[in-house]
C-alpha cells in the first residue's frame, strides 16, 4: 500500500463526498447573488440542538434550495489565531489575564496536602473586551511531568472568578517501613500547580454568530469566519483529538461551506451537541496563559489523613496483686493488648506518653496532689532520673529490646507508633548536671520549676534557651533521631508554644532532611498566631479546640475554618477527650454525648484521635477542672475491658474507622460543606468527592446530621442541594451506614434523632443519577 494511502477511519464518507461536490459546482458559479430565506418561503431549520448528522439529512429533505446563499466571490482572509504574549517575568500579564490564584503561599511557606488530597482551586480569569475565555487547573508533579489538567467554572461571571477542584496525586497506603514506600517516596516533594486561562474563540465566535445569522446581518462573513476557527481546531495539537472526533470537525467545516444550505443550517452543523460535548471537553485553546506557579509540599501518608489511639502502656495488663493488694502495673510487653484494641477498632497511630524514667524528686502523687506516696508512679512527663533520660526506656516499662520488639508487632499489624517527646526534666535529669545553663537559675541560685499560674510542676524543669540553643537543639536531634532507629515515626510534641518557634524549626528541619518521612503534632492548646507559626515550622497536625466547640453555631464556623484554606498550612486533628481534658459537655451527655462528639471528631476532621478509656465513658471530671478525675498522667489504670460491650461506643469507633477507610471523600481538610438546618440542635455538613476526581470514576458523598442533645429527641429539616452533588433531579438515594437503613432524600428533609436510638446520621449517596463526566487528563 503507498504511504500516503488514508485509514479507513480516515477516508471520505459519502455524505463529504457530496459536499466537496457541490461545493466545487458551488465556486464555479460566482455570479450567484444572496437570496433572503424570507423570500424562498424557506422551511423551519434544523435546531441547533440537533446534531450534524441530522443538518446534513435536513438539507437533502429540503433539496439544498430553502433559502439560498451567496457564493464566495473571491478567496476568504483567514481570522487570526490569538498567540500567547510572552512573559519575561512574573510580573508581566500574559494574552489572557490570571490573577490572584488560590490557594497561595503564607508568608513564604509552602501549602503542604497529602499525596492523593484534594485542592479547591480559585483564581480570576479574564480578557478585554467582549471575548469569552476559559480556565484550566494543570498539576504537575515533582519532577515536572503532566499530572492531571480539570477545566474550571466561571462561578461568578462579574467578578471573572473561576472555581475547580484538582487532586494533587494518586492516593498511597504504603507506610514509612513498607516494601511499597519506596516508591512513594520518590513522589513525594515540591508539585506546581498552575492555572490557564485561554481565548475561547469557539464560544466567542458562537455567540456572535447566532445574533447575526438571526439578524441576517454578514451572514457569509461569520460563515466563514467559523469555518476557519473549525479548520484550527481540528488541527490543533492541543486538543488531543481523536480520528473520529477530527472527522466530526471536518463534516461541520464542509456543510458551513455549503451554500446551497440555509445559512441556518450551516450555522446548525457548528453549532450543535456534538461539537457541544467535544467544545466542553476537548476546546479549542488559544492564546494560553498560564499564571504564576504556586507550589505545594506533597506528603506522605497519614500527614492529613490519620486516625490515632493513645493508651499508657504501664496501664496495659496492669493487675493487683491478690497477696500484698498493690497495683503490679503493665509494660512494654503486656501492652501489646493495647495495639490489638487499637487495630480492632481500626485505628492507623497508636500514641504513647513518654516512656522515659520518672524522677523521684518533688514527684506528684495522684490527682497532681503535691506530695506521693511510696506507691504513686509518678507522672511520665516528670521526665529523667539516675537511671536515664529522654534516650532511656523505663526499667519498670522494660528495656530499649522490649521497646523495639513492641514497634515490630505494631507495624506487622499495620500501626504507625507516635512517641511523646515533652522537652522538659524532673530535678533528677541527667541534664542538670550536665548542662546547668540549659535551666532558668533564680537569685537564690536554684532552678526555676515551671509554672502557669495558679498552676505550679514542682516535678518540672523547663528549659531556658538564652544561653545555648544550639546545644539544645544538637541534643534533641540525636534524641529524635535515636527513636527513629528504633522505629518511631511519629513524635507528638507537649507544649511546643512554650519553647522559640526558630528552635522547633531548626530542629524539625535537620531531622526530616534525614528522614523525611517523619511527621510532627503539636499539643498546642494557644493562640491562632503561635499555632499557625508552628505549622510553618513543620509540625505536620495539630491538636486544636475541637473539645470546646459544642453548640450547633460554634460546630458549623469550626468545621468550616478546620476544613478550609488554612488547612494548607494546619492541619487540626480532632480529639474529644485527652488525659488532660474532659468537657462538661462529656460529663453531662453520658453515652450519647460520647458518641455524639466521636461522630463529630471521625468526619469532622481527617485527622482524628481517641484516648483510651473513651470506650468505658470514664467522664467524671476533678473537682471544677475541665480535666479527668483520677488522672491516668499520676496513677495506673485498671480497666476492664469487657464492659467495653455495654456502652456501645467501641463499636462505633469501629464503625467510623470502617466508613473512613472505604470513603475517599472523607480524606481531604478541602471538600466540607455546612449544611442549613431548621433546628439549632442539629447539626449537618456534607463531603463530597466528584466522579471526575475520583480514582475509580465514581462519586463519592457523605452526609452527616447530629443531634447534639444528650438527652432529648430533636426533629427538623436539613436542606441540601442534589445538583451540588453532581446528580439530576430532585432524588437522592442514601444509606445509612450507621443503621444500615435506607432513605430517599430531596431539597429539603425531615430528620428525627433520638439520644437513645440513633444520635447521628452517617449516609451515602447510593445511586448518582448523573453520569460521571469523563475526566480530562492529557
Known amino acids: 500500500m503507498a504511504a500516503t494511502a488514508q485509514s479507513q477511519s480516515e477516508r471520505e464518507s459519502p455524505a463529504e463526498a457530496g459536499v466537496k461536490k457541490r461545493t466545487r459546482a458551488r465556486k464555479a458559479q460566482s455570479h450567484t447573488q444572496p437570496v433572503s430565506a424570507a423570500h424562498t418561503g424557506a422551511k423551519k431549520s434544523i435546531s441547533r440542538a440537533g446534531s450534524t448528522t441530522e443538518s446534513l439529512k435536513s438539507s437533502r429533505k429540503n433539496g439544498g434550495k430553502s433559502g439560498l446563499k451567496s457564493s464566495k466571490t473571491g478567496k476568504s482572509k483567514k481570522s487570526a489565531a490569538a498567540s500567547p504574549f510572552d512573559r519575561k517575568n512574573p510580573q508581566e500579564f500574559g494574552r489572557v489575564n490570571v490573577i490572584n490564584v488560590s490557594p497561595q503561599t503564607s508568608n513564604g511557606f509552602l501549602p503542604r496536602v497529602e499525596i492523593g488530597e484534594l485542592v479547591d482551586v480559585q483564581a480570576n480569569v479574564f480578557i478585554e473586551g467582549r471575548t469569552r475565555v476559559g480556565a484550566s487547573a494543570v498539576v504537575y508533579t515533582k519532577t515536572g511531568a503532566l499530572f492531571q489538567r480539570v477545566p474550571l467554572t466561571c462561578t461568578v461571571a462579574g467578578l471573572d472568578q473561576w472555581n475547580g477542584t484538582v487532586r494533587m496525586g494518586k492516593a498511597e497506603l504504603a507506610l514509612p517501613w513498607e516494601e511499597g514506600f519506596a516508591a512513594v517516596q520518590r513522589r513525594l516533594g515540591i508539585w506546581k500547580l498552575v492555572v490557564e486561562g485561554w481565548q475561547d474563540t469557539y464560544a466567542t465566535w458562537l455567540h456572535d454568530a447566532r445574533i447575526k445569522i438571526a439578524a441576517h446581518d454578514d451572514q457569509e462573513n461569520v460563515l466563514d469566519e467559523g469555518q476557519e476557527i473549525l479548520k484550527r481546531w481540528a488541527a490543533s495539537k492541543d486538543a488531543h483529538l481523536t480520528v473520529a472526533e477530527k472527522k466530526t470537525l471536518r463534516l461541520a467545516i464542509a456543510l458551513i461551506d455549503d451554500d446551497t444550505m440555509t445559512y441556518d443550517d450551516r450555522l446548525a452543523a457548528a453549532d450543535n451537541s456534538d461539537l457541544h460535548a467535544l467544545h466542553d471537553h476537548k476546546p479549542l485553546r488559544e492564546g494560553i496563559s498560564e499564571s504564576n506557579p504556586v507550589n505545594f509540599m506533597v506528603e506522605r501518608p497519614h500527614s492529613s489523613f490519620a486516625s490515632w489511639y493513645q493508651f499508657f502502656p504501664r496501664s496495659e495488663g496492669a493487675y493487683v496483686d491478690d497477696k500484698t493488694g498493690k497495683i503490679v502495673q503493665g509494660n512494654l510487653r503486656t501492652a501489646l493488648t493495647g495495639l490489638d484494641r487499637a487495630k480492632a477498632e481500626g485505628f492507623s497511630i497508636v500514641y504513647l506518653p513518654p516512656i522515659f524514667p520518672i524522677g523521684v524528686t518533688n514527684r506528684k502523687g495522684k490527682n497532681n496532689a503535691l506530695t506521693a506516696t511510696e506507691d504513686d508512679p509518678g507522672s511520665p512527663f516528670g521526665i529523667g532520673s539516675q537511671l536515664g533520660g529522654h534516650d532511656t526506656v523505663d526499667p519498670l516499662l522494660g528495656t530499649m529490646e522490649d521497646f523495639e520488639n513492641f514497634v515490630a508487632y505494631a507495624h506487622k499489624l499495620g500501626l504507625e507508633i507516635a512517641l511523646d517527646f515533652a522537652l522538659q526534666c524532673s530535678p533528677d535529669h541527667p541534664w542538670v548536671k550536665q548542662h546547668p545553663e540549659w535551666f532558668k537559675i533564680k537569685p537564690d541560685g536554684t532552678i526555676a520549676f515551671a509554672e502557669n499560674p495558679p498552676k505550679k510542676y514542682q516535678d518540672i524543669y523547663p528549659i531556658d534557651f538564652e544561653k545555648d540553643m544550639r546545644g539544645i537543639e544538637k541534643e534533641v536531634e540525636r534524641i529524635l533521631l535515636l527513636w527513629i532507629s528504633k522505629g ?202 466528584p466522579a471526575n476526581l475520583s480514582e475509580n470514576g465514581t462519586a463519592d458523598t457523605v452526609i452527616v446530621v447530629v443531634n447534639l442533645d444528650g438527652h432529648n429527641a430533636q426533629q427538623g429539616s436539613v436542606h441540601i442541594e442534589p445538583s451540588a452533588l453532581g446528580l439530576q433531579g430532585s432524588e437522592i438515594r442514601v444509606h445509612d451506614e450507621l443503621t444500615g437503613r435506607n432513605f430517599t432524600w430531596s431539597y429539603d428533609n425531615y430528620v428525627s434523632l433520638a439520644p437513645w436510638a440513633d444520635v447521628a446520621h452517617v449516609l451515602t449517596v447510593r445511586q448518582q443519577d448523573a453520569p460521571a463526566p469523563r475526566k480530562s487528563k492529557r
Not at 646 to 671: V, W
Open 488 to 689: 518511631v515515626t511519629i513524635f507528638r510534641v507537649d507544649n511546643p508554644h512554650t519553647k522559640p518557634v526558630r528552635f522547633w524549626q531548626d530542629v524539625i528541619t535537620a531531622v526530616t532532611k534525614k528522614h523525611p518521612e517523619v511527621l510532627f503534632l503539636a499539643e498546642a492548646f494557644t493562640r491562632p498566631a503561635m499555632m499557625r507559626s508552628l505549622s510553618f515550622a513543620g509540625f505536620t497536625q495539630s491538636h486544636c479546640y475541637f473539645p470546646w466547640r459544642n453548640t450547633s453555631e460554634e460546630l458549623n464556623e469550626y468545621l468550616a475554618e478546620t476544613n478550609s484554606n488554612q488547612a494548607f498550612f494546619q492541619h487540626n486533628t480532632f480529639w474529644p477527650t485527652t488525659p488532660d481534658i474532659l468537657t462538661a459537655y462529656l460529663r453531662d451527655n453520658g453515652i450519647a454525648g460520647h458518641a455524639v462528639r466521636a461522630v463529630l471528631a471521625a468526619l469532622g476532621s481527617p485527622s482524628w484521635g481517641i484516648y483510651n478509656g473513651y470506650e468505658l465513658i470514664e467522664n467524671v471530671q476533678c473537682g471544677q477542672f475541665e480535666e479527668p478525675n483520677d488522672n491516668e498522667k499520676y496513677e495506673i489504670k485498671i480497666r476492664d475491658w469487657q464492659k467495653a460491650d455495654d456502652y456501645g461506643i467501641s463499636e462505633l469507633l469501629t464503625r467510623l474507622n470502617q466508613i473512613r477507610n472505604a470513603h475517599p471523600a472523607t480524606r481531604t481538610y478541602h471538600d466540607l460543606h455546612v449544611l442549613p438546618t431548621a433546628n439549632p440542635a442539629l447539626v449537618a455538613f456534607y463531603r463530597h468527592l
